[in-house]
């Protein structure tokens, strides 16, 4: 009985500092994902994702989800997204990458030239920290840092109000998309092979509507698919971030 709305933000950019933006310019406002439990999602193997995959509703049952193919940089070649809101990243070493550069302009082995757009002779100018500036050996330090964050420890598992949300949750077809369970496969790192997870994710593309579109197309997701968020640790979102947006 308690109501719930949908909020979408508004966006107007005033004052751009190079210039009128063209009309063509695509906005798509995010929050940020969460990082814990991503080595674990990469372990994941790709033939599991891919038996989950339904694009056509063969089964009849209403879902459809879809891999998106994106660029990997390393190998050169299209590979199955699994990281980012659109699972338009590969891997945690080229989402890692791409952040440094994309968020804070700094280049690494995976992407050595900075990002300076037309008009921008301050960027090209700027001073460097190296060529690249991150060198492998932090690179190696951030993506094993970044694989093996935990994930928040499962709460009061026995509790009976958390006993009936999970049944309320599982009657509704939620976990058709949010699958509960999942197992990962070989990893480097022995820690993240071959455990038993609860991701409560299919890290399927999903179209989710125009009332859920940003409009914004990544590689061979459309403008209205998202993938599918992991669930694990939102509990504590409130906590940690002081507000549960996702």
Not at 27 to 42: D, F, I, M, T
Not at 43 to 53: G, K, N, Q, R, Y
Request: charged share 20%; proline share 11%; with cysteine.
């Amino acid at each position: 009985g308690e109501p719930y709305a949908l909020r979408r933000p508004i966006i107007h950019i005033e004052e751009a500092a190079f210039g009128p933006l063209p009309d063509t310019l695509l906005v798509s406002p995010r929050v940020a994902p969460p990082v814990y439990g991503l080595g674990l999602l990469e372990a994941i193997p790709e033939e599991t994702l891919l038996a989950l995959a339904d694009p056509a509703d063969a089964d009849g049952d209403g879902l459809s989800g879809r891999v998106n193919r994106v660029w990997d940089a390393a190998r050169g070649e299209s590979v199955l997204g699994r990281f980012g809101w659109k699972a338009n990243e590969p891997n945690l070493s080229q989402q890692n990458q791409g952040a440094f550069l994309g968020d804070i302009g700094v280049t690494s082995p995976l992407f050595p030239e900075p990002e300076c757009a037309d008009g921008q002779p301050g960027c090209a100018a700027a001073p460097s920290g190296g060529e690249p500036e991150l060198t492998p050996d932090i690179v190696a330090f951030v993506d094993f840092y970044v694989s093996t964050l935990a994930v928040p420890a499962r709460r009061d598992v026995e509790d009976p109000s958390v006993l009936r949300g999970k049944a309320l949750f599982l009657a509704a077809g939620c976990g058709g998309c949010h699958v509960p369970r999942l197992e990962t496969g070989d990893h480097p790192i022995e820690a993240l092979a071959h455990q038993t997870i609860r991701p409560f994710t299919d890290l399927l593309l999903h179209d989710m509507g125009e009332g859920l579109a940003d409009g914004r197309p990544d590689f061979e997701a459309s403008g209205t698919e998202w993938r599918t968020p992991p669930l694990w640790g939102i509990g504590l979102l409130p906590v940690v971030n002081g507000h549960t947006l996702l």
